[in-house]
């Protein structure tokens, strides 16, 4: 069983700066995907942003320029730094892993959530 651990949210004011941590333990193929989507109060969950094995990244076009996702393969771990963020941003966070080459493997952690007041 894979666990996903999400740290890092919290509250801050717009045009500050947080650090999501997502440490991934279990049975974890490569190639894999590990990513980040957020949730917002009445809204449909979406990614934000995404990095492959092989360190390609994706990033929705709302945050391109001012997040950057980063991973340490050794330790499973995905990270997520949110510079200039805005109340838009306010959201749960939730870190992902899953592997293209491997049916079932699409893990969720629980979510962080994050707050940008204005």
């Known amino acids: 069983q894979v666990q996903l651990v999400e740290s890092g949210g919290g509250l801050v004011q717009a045009g500050g700066s947080l650090r999501l941590s997502c440490a991934a333990s279990?049975?974890?193929?490569?190639?894999?995907?590990m990513g980040w989507y957020r949730q917002a109060p009445g809204k449909q969950r979406e990614l934000v942003a995404a990095i492959s094995s092989g360190g390609s990244t994706n990033y929705a076009d709302s945050v391109n320029g001012r997040f950057t996702i980063s991973r340490d393969n050794a330790k499973n771990t995905v990270y997520l730094q949110m510079n200039s963020l805005e109340p838009e941003d306010t959201a749960v966070y939730y870190c992902?892993?899953?592997?293209?080459?491997?049916?079932?493997?699409?893990?969720w952690g629980k979510g962080t959530l994050v707050t940008v007041s204005s």
């Open positions: 279990g049975r974890i193929f490569s190639p894999n995907a």
């Open positions: 992902n892993v899953n592997s293209p080459l491997v049916p079932g493997m699409n893990y």
